[in-house]
């Protein structure tokens, strides 16, 4: 079965300086790659996705994920972090070629330090 | 254009009692689902449906049952409410059911069992 590992459970960051969030997923084939925000009281948005091809992968808000097949990674980066980006970040993977069901990591809470 | 509408946005049950959560959206989706998420969890899927006429169950689906009589709806019932079904629950949903598109979050439904 596919899984999706956070190893981060809570980041600080200062604003202004830069982020990388990781995210490793376990599957035997390339599956769907997704990185969601959450922010508090708040259903999830869609920040970027990935199926194939150029493995940097711009988002929105600034964000952008790149894929590493050798280490399967789909880490989240953003140059210099805005105090409004202070949420939650899930990553998630569709095994490819079957009905959209996500499965998550447990998610990286991200606070933002003025 | 609404997007995922999901009622109740807060509930309180005591064990046993039984109860749906509602959830539809506008946008002539095909693919809707619903997810729990738990503290250090991430999120969980119960059950989704492909279309019409069509359920399946999903990662924890048990003590949940759904049903998909329009393209629209897509209710969530809880038959016996159990203290372990303490939880936010995620109505989502996609215009495509291969997994590659783009999954739409409701703003969720907060239970408590007591």
């Known amino acids: 079965a596919q899984s999706v590992t956070q190893p981060d459970i809570h980041i600080t960051v200062s604003e202004g300086a830069s982020l990388e969030l990781r995210c490793n997923y376990s599957y035997g084939a390339t599956p769907y790659l997704f990185w969601y925000v959450q922010s508090p009281g708040q259903g999830l948005q869609l920040l970027l996705k990935?199926?194939?091809?150029?493995?940097l992968v711009q988002g929105i808000k600034g964000f952008e994920a790149e894929f590493k097949r050798s280490q399967s990674s789909f880490n989240l980066r953003k140059p210099s972090v805005h105090w409004s980006d202070a949420a939650e970040y899930f990553c998630a993977v569709v095994s490819t070629g079957t009905a959209s069901k996500l499965t998550f990591g447990t998610g990286t809470r991200l606070q933002v330090t003025l | 254009n609404a997007g995922v509408t999901q009622t109740p946005k807060f509930q309180v049950l005591k064990t046993g009692q039984s109860m749906t959560l509602q959830c539809a959206q506008d946008?002539?989706?095909?693919?809707m689902s619903w997810y729990r998420q738990d503290p250090g969890m991430g999120l969980r899927l119960i059950h989704y449906?492909?279309?019409?006429?069509?359920?399946d169950q999903g990662e924890v689906p048990n003590g949940y049952n759904v049903s998909r009589s329009t393209t629209e709806d897509f209710p969530l019932r809880l038959l016996s409410a159990a203290p372990s079904q303490t939880s936010v629950y995620f109505c989502?949903?996609?215009?495509?059911?291969?997994?590659?598109?783009?999954?739409?979050f409701g703003p969720g439904t907060r239970l408590l069992v007591l």
């Open positions: 989502a949903s996609s215009s495509q059911t291969s997994g590659e598109g783009t999954q739409y």
């Open positions: 946008m002539n989706h095909e693919y």
């Open positions: 990935y199926f194939s091809g150029d493995t």
């Open positions: 449906s492909v279309g019409a006429g069509i359920t």
